[in-house]
Structure formats: C-alpha cells, structure tokens
DNA sequence: TACAAATAAGACTAAATTTGTCGTATATAA
DNA sequence: TTATATACGACAAATTTAGTCTTATTTGTA
C-alpha cells in the first residue's frame, strides 16, 4: 500500500498548524492535539522528532511550544518523511539506511530493482518538489 | 510508509517475466515462484487476481499458464495496483471504494485534506504515466 | 477413461508493522 | 516552588500484511 502513515498525517497537520500561525508564535503539542483530537502523547513524539531534525524548533518551559524558523518553501516533504525515520522507499532493496541483505534474497539476481530504481528517481524528485507551501 | 506491498513486487516481477516471454508463450505460477524463489500459493493468487482484472489471461489445465494479451505499453502501474485491491491513496479520506464516514473523525473539518488531495492528483499522473514497458 | 498439470478461490494462521499508552526526566517562566 | 512544557524510551494493543492449507475445476495426454 502506497499511503501516508498515522506519523506523516499527523506531521503534516502539525506542521500546518504551526506554519499557519507565522514564525512568531508558539504552538504547543496540546494544543494541536486538542484541536485536531490526535493523541497527545504521539502527537508530542512526533514533534519531538520534526524538533531535533530541526523542520521546527522547540522551546521547553511555560509559554514555550514549537515554531517555525525557515520558511515554509524551503521544507520539503522528503524531509518530513525523512525525519520521522519514514521511508518512501518503494521496495526493500533500495531502502537508503537499511541494506539489509536479509531483507530481500534475490537483491543479486533481481531484474526488477534497475526498472525500479528509475521509478524511485521520479518518486525521489516529486517529494522534493513539495514543500510546507503546498499545505497553505 | 510510502513502499509496495509483497503483492505488488510479486505481481511486477511476474508481469515482467511474462512480459518478456512475448504474446504467444505461457508462463505457469510454478515456473515463476520457482524461479523466484516466490511462494506459489501467494504468487498463485495474485496471478489470478490480475488475470480476473485482465492484465493478462490464464488458460488452465495441462500446457496452460499466463501470457500478455495486451501491448505493455496500455498496461499502467494504476492498473496494477488497483487490480490487486490495493491502494496508493495518500490517506484514509482520499480513498476511491473507502469513503467509511469512521475511517477518519476530522474528515469534515480537515484542513489538510484539500492540499493532500492535489499532491494525489499529481501522483495520480505519475502512476498512469508509468507502464509495463518501464520493466523490460 | 484415468491421471497429471494447471488455474480458481476462500478460509485460516502467523508474522510484522503500526499505532497508541505510560512513566519518568528535564527545562523554564511566574 | 509549582505549573506548564518538551524529551525520551519501554511497553502494549490493534491492525495489516504475508503466507499456508484445502478443495474445486479445467484440460491435454497416455
């Protein structure tokens, strides 16, 4: 199944919210849960996880939360995805991180992953062309 | 995650072995799952999906097997997918035969969904534009 | 005609992945 | 010092995917 998962769904709500808001002001993981009835404690992951890949920036505390540093052209989808530990990897073999050899028995032989690979370039270039931007 | 099912990367390599055998010779899901080191039973089923999809015919009995009617170049990736049941609908609520009210709560007031149903009428494109031809 | 080779189809099980929860730690403004 | 917020990892539940088993049907050939 080609699909979003729960992670990237929530991401990108998240992400939404908080670029609508400008880059002045906070937006706090309850909050964003609250309104858009996710669970917080994923929701709070998750945007733990978009903070240290540094897609927003955090501040602990009262009145703290998360904003927004770059602008919203310069955050692409590749790099959410990317940053939730995601992949948009079509098939095992061409996983960047996880060349597991395990993964696929007939990696060595297979005649599909060239034709796939070819596939994955296009699919690589069309998440680079999204941006924050295209969720506004 | 953004990846084909074991369905799908079965049914391609087996519609590229078919593919490259020409229009008139069979191809059996043993000799495939054999030679792949695939599941038969899996591979069985899924052949017998994309013939009752018409991707390709199957004739049974002795000497009968799967071969391409069509050119494959009218055969898209779309169709592929779709023929197995499968999906690359984006997310819950863009989903062709799933518009299940419960599937998502938000759906109404979503502010996502409207921006994610343009990035899938892009990657409607990409899908379509591919073709069997893009494996041989 | 009997048999072997092949597709057809559905129910069931096992494995893997995804989704969600819980508990604890740390930082900071008031 | 307390309330509010992020940070992080372990665990549990739920769902989905992958694979197996069984039985039926079709068809060429010895």
Known sequence: ???FSRKTEYALIAIQYIANKGITEFSTAKEISDNYNISYELLAKILQRLAKNNIITSTK?????YKFLKSPDDVTLS?????????????????????NK???QIADCCTLKNPVA???????????????????
Chains 1, 2 share one sequence.
């Open 102 to 104: 395990t993964d696929c």
């Open 61 to 65: 505390g009262v009145n703290g939360g």
């Open 1 to 3: 199944m080609i699909k």
């Open 118 to 136: 070819i596939i994955q370039n296009r699919l690589n270039i069309f998440f680079d062309d999204i941006t924050i931007r295209h969720l506004m």
């Open 79 to 99: 790099e959410i995805i990317e940053s939730l530990n995601e992949s948009y990897a079509l098939t095992r073999c061409l996983k960047k991180n996880r060349p």
